[in-house]
């Protein structure tokens, strides 16, 4: 008999199956998209658009629908993603659309599910992907010089887009194909650097936009952060706020096409958290000021598989802090608020796109203003009169600290400091930006790491202690140090180390020999000095090897490195190995943005003089010996002389590892903790999960409260302090067999592999709090019963809406108090005022449950505490289905 959590698996996986069968067949009727100065249009209407930023290559293709399918019921109308040129054609000419790559595959899935796409080609793409987005065989093609111009590589660039717009058309994937594609973007955030390319960077600007109308794809180009784009080009904001931007012509609506909801985490970093209110606040002033598009950068960030980090120094995990979580698990209360004000914003629509040019502006205070959107002029000092028969309004208070009453349409409403009130009808609040209902999740990674666990922050992961670890058999490889095989070769002098990876390896070794003779011996003994290595500038981690023994490492952005080495007297093996982190990403001239050495590399504090090895004669050897034999792979295992490895063994350097495990049970999705480890990469049955790297971030910076008023910067509320910016990292259950699934490390320095532990991920802990003052749900606002009855709104009592994940059930109540309960999640206590029914009431309404609502009025629980305003807070478990039909 199958399980419920099995027959939800296989109900979802016909489903995909039946919509990708039916994928080549047009989605919608076929419609146009223009714009004018207030919006996009589509099919002849104004539409105001929330998107959701989802990279397919950040997930996988049997992750799609579900990432998809949350962010339409979090009320997106459009997808956006960057399309990935270097993933798309990794060696010139030869091109790659499968897998993750699958890119017609993902407009599909969005096109099945009633959404919108916004195609952002680029080619460049930024994004923290490694080089941006730019193939590295790129810089190899003579005379280019990137994104100025600059014909070779313009041709390679006009040749790339082509291949996409020719690409969805052949699929009738634009729009008045009948497919989703609305929106197109070209370049990139070029306005940052166009004027480090002189009259170059203009000429390209144009050539750019002409170039992409040329390709008739039918529908609008936008260009983001670029000022001077041409009058055919849409120019849009990206940044934590826009509500201020307006765009370089009348002709063009204001589009935010990157709202920064988070930031990305580097090694040795903090992890930054952006607070929802704040978010929202952001969100809600941009459509309040005139603003009619509007994307999250990121909805989900999901992960850098493989070696697709950008940098210098990015993490493997792009989670970016996104409403839907790396592991495509609702953020709550992230989700869930912005789910409530899409709503909000929704049900302004009609107002929003009746007013042709600026709404109607009223100040109401210092640092308080109203905009109001209506069909008619409208007293503010009175109730709306009889001929308005659209009117929103949207409430602001700016200032940083205090709550202010203010008044408008004969009523008086009260404004938290750095918050928006939401007035679909100018009379009722349906939501504000400071005020958060929704639920908290906290989710768990069960870690064999003690001294790693934390928790982290509100909605976010905590980490449990247990002795159980992926396997107690393991097998290794010792990885040979310098050059290892026929294809090293040796030139004289110091080469730049992607002119010889081509990027086809982090890992560049230099090798070369240095003569010692006894008078530098005894030279060094009587001053008590060992020799310097210096070198001018390196980047991103060096490591120094003497006579086969590690002797120093420097990590950095073209940092200087001063080491002592111990040498010995005749002929000393120098062995430097150069690593790339994941490669500039950002910023102009990126051809020239190498890695490895800049300068002079020499040998200072001999008794004759420093040796200059600059010019010396090196053996050059790209990458690993195991990387060359694909050791990850599980067809590959013969070709290495695996050994086993004894527990008490002591771990060292520069060695493979690999053993087996068996699948987790369940759906949950699964995370890998390798915070036992120190650096290097990590492989599931030959799919490349990530760099791993155990770097601690310092310990200060972090606060136990996080303050949502105030503008927001990536360093202001941030987590993790003390700890390793990351430990755990995703597996994706489509890589994933039954049993006997490979898993291949890499390890640089001296991880322990016997504590590799692999937990499922999962929401264990749900709290909500909601007040009996609180607004009604958005959703009564289009019941039958009051969609001409505003009136009966105000008899509408507030509701608490709890959700587990998919698969998942309430199996306990662990806290429920209607009355005046006190704390935030899982510290909630009782207070005076208590209404004895509240823990029957909640259990009988959840328990057993995927997701429960609760009216949170006296007729639920009878009033405990007359004259006292009362809120219902509920903290509960959530458990799988199959761990609660068997404890059942």
């Known amino acids: 008999m199958l399980g419920l959590a099995t027959i939800h698996g296989v109900i979802v996986a016909l489903a995909v199956a039946v919509l990708w069968a039916g994928a080549s067949a047009a989605f919608f009727e076929p419609f146009n998209v223009s714009y004018d100065h207030r919006a996009i249009i589509i099919g002849g209407k104004r539409r105001m658009l929330i998107s959701a930023g989802i990279h397919y290559p950040r997930a996988t293709p049997d992750m799609w629908p579900g990432l998809i399918a949350k962010s339409k019921e979090g009320g997106a109308d459009v997808i956006q993603t960057y399309v990935f040129w270097n993933g798309h054609e990794p060696i010139r000419g030869q091109y790659n659309f499968e897998g993750r790559y699958d890119i017609v595959k993902f407009a599909k899935l969005i096109g099945s599910q009633g959404l919108y796409l916004h195609l952002r080609i680029g080619p460049y793409v930024c994004a923290e992907w490694n080089f941006g987005g730019f193939p590295v ?154 603003g009619s598009f509007h994307n999250y950068y990121m909805f989900f960030g999901g992960t850098n598989f493989g070696r697709t980090a950008g940098g210098p120094l990015q993490t493997t995990s792009y989670d970016y802090d996104a409403p839907v979580d790396e592991y495509g698990l609702l953020a709550q209360p992230k989700w869930g608020h912005l789910k409530d004000l899409h709503a909000a914003i ?32 409208v007293d503010t000092r009175n109730s709306l009169p009889q001929n308005v028969s659209i009117c929103s309004a949207f409430l602001a208070n700016i200032d940083e600290r205090k709550t202010v009453t203010v008044q408008i349409f004969g009523g008086s409403y009260s404004l938290p400091p750095w918050s928006v009130s939401i007035l679909p009808d100018c009379k009722h609040v349906v939501f504000n930006t400071a005020k958060v209902a929704t639920q908290t999740s906290i ?67 230099y090798s070369t020999r240095i003569n010692i003779t006894d008078e530098d011996i005894t030279f060094w003994e009587e001053k008590g000095i060992y020799p310097l290595l210096t070198i001018d500038k390196a980047r991103d981690v060096v490591r120094i090897f003497v006579n086969g023994h590690l002797s120093a490492s420097q990590v950095g952005k073209w940092v200087p490195v001063k080491e002592p080495i111990h040498l010995v007297q005749g002929s000393n093996d120098l062995v430097l190995l150069s690593e790339t982190v994941g490669l500039q990403n950002y910023g102009a001239f990126l051809e020239k ?79 890998l903790d390798l915070g036992s480890m120190g650096k290097g990469q990590a492989w599931v049955n030959g799919h490349g999960i990530g760099r791993y790297w155990t770097l601690v971030a310092p310990k200060n910076g972090c606060r136990d409260y996080c303050d949502y008023r105030g503008a927001y910067h990536e360093n202001k509320c941030t987590t993790n302090c003390g700890l390793p910016t990351q430990s755990w990292y995703h597996v994706p259950r489509e890589w994933l067999q039954a049993s006997n699934n490979l898993l291949v490390i890499f390890e640089e320095t001296s991880g322990n592999p016997w504590k590799i532990s692999l937990r499922m991920h999962s ?26 009855r505003k009136n009966l709104i105000d008899e509408v009592a507030p509701e608490m809406h709890l959700r587990c994940d998919e698969g998942h059930v309430i199996s306990a109540i662990t806290f429920a108090s209607y009355g005046t309960p006190s704390g935030s999640c899982r510290k909630f206590s009782g207070g005076k005022c208590h209404a004895a029914s509240s823990l029957s009431v909640v259990t009988e309404a959840c328990q057993g449950r995927n997701n429960c609502t609760i009216t949170v009025s006296n007729r639920t629980f009878g009033d405990p505490c007359r004259r006292t305003t009362k809120a219902l807070a509920v903290e509960a478990t959530c458990t799988s289905i199959t761990a609660y039909q068997n404890v059942s």
């Open 346 to 377: 929704k049900l302004c629509e009609p107002a929003l796109v009746a007013v042709d040019d600026a709404p109607q502006y009223v100040k109401l205070g210092s640092m308080q203003e109203a905009h109001i959107y209506s069909s008619g002029f």
């Open 443 to 509: 989710k768990t990674v069960e870690s064999a790491s003690p001294s790693f666990s934390n928790t982290t922050g509100t909605g976010d992961i905590i980490l449990y202690d247990k002795d159980t670890y992926i396997s107690k058999t393991w097998m290794t490889f010792h990885e040979p140090i310098g050059a290892w095989g026929d294809n090293s070769f040796t030139y004289q002098g110091i080469l730049e180390h992607l002119n010889v990876t081509k990027d086809i390896s982090d890992y560049l070794w």
């Open 593 to 671: 943005d190498g890695a490895g050495f800049r300068g002079q590399i020499k040998v200072s504090g001999l008794k004759n003089g420093d040796i200059d090895l600059s010019d010396a004669l090196w053996t050059y050897q790209v990458g690993l010996k195991g990387e060359l034999a694909k050791l990850y792979t599980p067809e590959n295992q013969e070709s290495a002389d695996w050994i086993d490895v004894q527990p008490d063994s002591i771990p060292s350097s520069f060695t493979w590892y690999k053993t087996t495990f068996d699948a987790p049970e369940g759906d949950d999705p699964i995370a």
């Open 763 to 788: 929401t264990v802990t749900i709290c909500a709090r909601v007040w009996e003052t609180d607004y009604p749900p958005l959703s009564t606002w289009s019941h039958p019963d009051f969609v001409n």
């Open 137 to 290: 065989w790129l810089r190899d093609i003579p005379g280019i010089v990137f994104r100025t111009k600059n014909k070779p590589f313009e041709d390679e660039m006009q040749k790339f887009v082509k291949k996409i717009v020719d690409m969805m058309k052949q699929e009738n994937l634009f729009s008045w194909q009948g497919g989703p594609i609305i929106l197109l973007q070209i370049e990139n955030e070029y306005g940052n650097i166009e004027g480090q390319y002189g009259q170059g960077g203009k000429e390209y600007v144009k050539w750019a936009a002409d170039m992409a109308l040329t390709l008739d794809a039918g529908i609008p180009w936008v260009m983001c952060r670029q000022s001077d784009a041409p009058e055919t080009i849409i120019d849009s904001c990206n940044a934590f706020y826009c509500d201020g931007f307006r765009p370089n012509s009348y002709r063009k609506p204001a589009l935010w096409t990157e709202d920064w909801n988070g930031w990305y985490a580097s090694w040795g970093g903090r992890v930054p958290h952006r607070p929802v209110e704040d978010n929202a606040f952001a969100v809600a002033r941009f459509f309040q000021r005139g």
